[in-house]
């Protein structure tokens, strides 16, 4: 049987955007390696501290699941420079998520976690997009202006 | 006259003439700019030459069958050794990688003038035998990076380990108050071991009151958080009251965002907020001197 399938988020969701680095997710350290690479990024262009503290932790909430929660992924950088845009995409062949207002909401959690990771990582971006199906897997889309 | 075996003509160039090879092989290097005088005496130097050279004649003698050989081979033990002992070394003593193959291809061309000489116009007798002195050196070059690597991961690895046990200092400030200075990334692996190596030292020190500080956290998600929270919750059922410091106005806002509750664990923005609160829990008060 075919596992289901689901719309990964790709060029034509992205518009006219540069992919800037791309990553591979499987242990903590490339969480840290992910994140690192979206803060440099940010602070080269300008971004407040608050912007790049805020949308590092929205990264690192994303990245995390993906390594916890479907065993590892992907994450690409996306530059938009005329409109002066940062969007990162995340994505997973992992278990997806049924709910995803139920994951979204504050309080639920899979395993064992504070239960805030993806509600957070929504409120921390600018833009959040998530397409998930069961057994195939998530990818979320965010963005933020420079 | 054609020898009995394909590494014969290597031997007997190897073996009258193993002090010249030497020197010349010194001088390739000196030439190569790969022979660092600035970290090696020449006798140092000289004295590696003879017994990386005594290795491969032994190795060339016993452990070439034909025209095939293997340098992981038992035969070429000796070989491994030497260039393990004189890598290991360099490595530590800062040499490249790059330094270090030129240095061992650079004994090519001494034996390439000794082979033709004793060739003697016989040039597919020369051929044949550079041949197999090529493929031996670049086996030995290449092996030699091989170990170069090997040795720089050790490195790096023993690095990390050194890293994992400094980034989790435990420090006593005063009288039965500890704080925990945070830095970089708090991973569950590492969490747990700063959890382990502080509720240790709370017993062993029969601390009141903890200070964690994460001035050096850049990141604080919901992972990290729950770490914390953790640990503070772990501090608090010791019998100890735990200070979380270091909070800067951004993580504070992010935190906000994230819908973090820290509950009943105190937080302060800086360390010496937390610090001077720290001591009065315990009984103490910072003064000034009267003279001041």
Redesign the interface.
Known sequence: MPLPSYAKFDESDLGAQVLLSQHRLKT??DA?TA?QAV?RYMKENGAS??SV??F??AV??IV?NAINHAGGGEFSIYVDRRRKTLTVVCWDNGPGIADVDLALS?GYTSGG??G??L??AK??AGRFEIRTAVNAGTSVLMSVNL | MMPQSATANILTVLDTDFKGIIEEWLGTQVKEGVKRSDLFSDAESRNQNRELLKAFSKGIREGVAGEDFDLDDDKWDDLRAVLADVSRERVNRGVTPTEMATFVLALKTPLFKRLEALADSDHSMLLRDVMLVTRLVDAFAIYTNEIFINEREQIIDRQRQEMLELSTPVVELWDRVLTLPLIG?L???RAQEVMENLLQTILERQAEVVIMDITGV??????V??HLLRAAAAVRLMGAECIISGIS???A??MV????DVGTVSTRSSIRTALSDALLTVGYVIKKTEAQ
Request: aromatic share 0%; proline share 2%.
């Open positions: 903590s350290g840290v994140r803060a501290a608050l503290t805020r590092a932790t690192s909430e995390r504050d976690g504070l805030r990771g509600g957070g409120r921390l | 990334t991973d569950s692996a850049g990141t604080v998600d919901t992972q958080a729950q106005p951004m993580i806002q992010t965002q994230l819908g973090i």
